[in-house]
């Protein structure tokens, strides 16, 4: 009896030690690179409001009574002269005094405070910011500071350990872990930044502070997390470090971040819209539009390429091929490999400068012209509308939807359809040959564009 409860507790103590054995220990990392992470605080001049207007920050949805009084003291201060405050995290990344965050930590800042783990404050000069990533640099005016050091985020892979430091709800020199839940990710209003998300534990007070390796390198700057209450629920993003390190070159040699540019609108390949193309599976960029004046209007691409390899790197999904052509050097040249019609084509185009291009809208009232195949009423544009809708020639203004294939497929009111399985519609009339020819039971590639956006829809007629 003695010697099978010894074999049990023996079995029990050599089953659990590989779990504990493969526990990360952190305290060495926050030892050697907490001294390196900073809080950030900013000063914004209020502006005068009116004498009925709310003059508190409103609590975020979900907060706990017993923060409360914290956020009130952060955010909600009387004793801030009427001036709005911010708080961040950041880290030094050499040791004269530069300094990274996220661009909407010191965005419109008076005045930004570094605040140092030896409690030291220095007030910082902004060098540069760029919204597009989300990165800024600042300058203190200080030597032999602790720096971190730069990974490489590329050898990241999913399921690795992570850590982060930063200063939530202003807690400074907090550290919290998690590992690597993907990479790659594309967020909204982020299409140059292939996030790593990550499952670390990531707060209003976060944003600009570092996660590292277990190497004890960086990899990332804290940007974003995925919340319904303001608080961590699991999804947190981080921008990979080549990403950030690409922009602080540009800015510590030019002021400021300059972004490829080839100018296309693109969309993802579903699988109907691979059938409709004679693909395999779905992959790659499927380009919906070409931007005057761009790069890519002095090519051969057109509008209906699949996008599939950029500079020799492949483009799985739309959201990988903006990353790439953003922090290609502008005026280089590059190649895509494309896919039209079945067959694979390369096309060699020269980087050019991403600008600032405001899309505008427009509405129209025009007569119907019902077609009863597809369930929708269609009419030709005026020129007043090809003008407002940017619509150069061609297309068709869809006025009502009804049921059937169209509605089916995602076509809305005020679309303009532009082409259907390669064929350009003129106008109304050759819409209507067109769509009688279709084939039944079948995707089809519907090219249409919406509030100045072009995107294509997979139609199938059932009967």
């Known amino acids: ?154 050898k990241l892979q999913v399921g690795e350990w992570v850590l982060a430091i930063g200063t939530p709800f202003g807690f400074d020199q907090s550290a919290t872990a998690g590992i690597v839940s993907a990479k790659g990710r594309n967020l909204p209003g982020g299409n140059y930044v292939p996030f790593i998300q990550t499952d670390v534990a990531i707060n209003p007070g976060n944003s600009g502070g570092p996660l590292f390796n277990m190497e004890g390198k960086v990899v990332g700057i804290n940007s974003q997390i995925y919340s319904r209450t303001g608080g961590f629920m699991g999804l947190s993003f981080a921008i990979p470090m080549d990403v950030v390190m690409n922009v602080v070159d540009q800015i510590k040699a030019h002021g400021k971040a300059a972004h490829g540019w080839l100018g296309v609108q693109i969309q993802d390949v579903t699988r109907e819209l691979a059938e409709s193309f004679g693909m395999k599976k779905p992959q790659g960029a499927l380009v919906a539009k070409i931007m005057p004046n761009s790069p890519a209007e002095k090519t051969d691409l057109q509008i209906g390429d699949i996008i599939t390899e950029f500079n020799g790197q492949p483009i799985e999904t739309s959201s990988d091929l903006p990353p790439l052509v953003g922090m290609a050097p502008i005026n280089d040249k590059a190649t895509l490999k494309i896919i039209r019609q079945g067959e694979t084509k390369t096309i060699s185009f020269k980087i050019g400068l991403l600008p600032e291009q405001p899309e505008q809208l427009a509405e129209s009232k025009p007569e119907t012209k019902p077609t009863n195949r597809l369930g929708i009423s269609v009419v030709d544009l005026t020129a007043e509308q090809r003008t407002a809708l940017e619509v150069a020639s061609g297309g068709v203004l869809v006025e009502e939807v009804g049921t059937g294939a169209a509605k089916d497929a995602g076509v809305q009111p005020g679309d303009v359809i532009l082409r259907i399985q390669n064929e350009t519609i003129l106008n109304a009339s050759t819409f209507d040959k067109i769509i009688k020819s279709l084939p039944t039971g079948k995707s089809v590639a519907v090219l249409i564009q919406r509030r100045g956006s072009p995107a294509f829809l997979a139609l199938k007629i059932n009967k």
């Not at 779990?19 to 914004?44: H, R, Y």
């Not at 409360?68 to 955010?75: A, D, G, P, Q, V």
């Open 1 to 154: 009896m003695l010697k099978k409860v010894s074999l049990c507790v023996f079995l029990i103590v050599l089953f659990n030690q590989p779990v504990f054995a493969q526990l990360p220990d952190f305290t060495e990392m926050v030892k050697t690179n907490g001294k390196a992470v900073v809080n950030i605080s900013t000063t914004q001049k209020a502006k005068p409001l009116p004498d009925n207007a709310a003059k508190q920050q409103p609590m975020p949805e979900g907060m706990p009574p017993e923060m409360e009084e914290l956020f009130k003291h952060f955010f909600n201060n009387p004793d801030s002269g009427g001036d709005t405050q911010s708080l961040g995290s950041g880290f030094i990344i050499s040791q004269d005094g530069y300094i990274l965050t996220n661009h909407h930590v010191v965005k419109d800042a008076d005045e930004i405070v570094v605040k140092f783990s030896d409690r030291r404050e220095l007030v910082a000069k902004l060098i540069g910011s760029d919204a597009r990533t989300d990165v800024a640099l600042l300058k203190v005016n200080a030597n032999n500071l602790p720096a971190v050091v730069i990974g490489d985020p590329n």
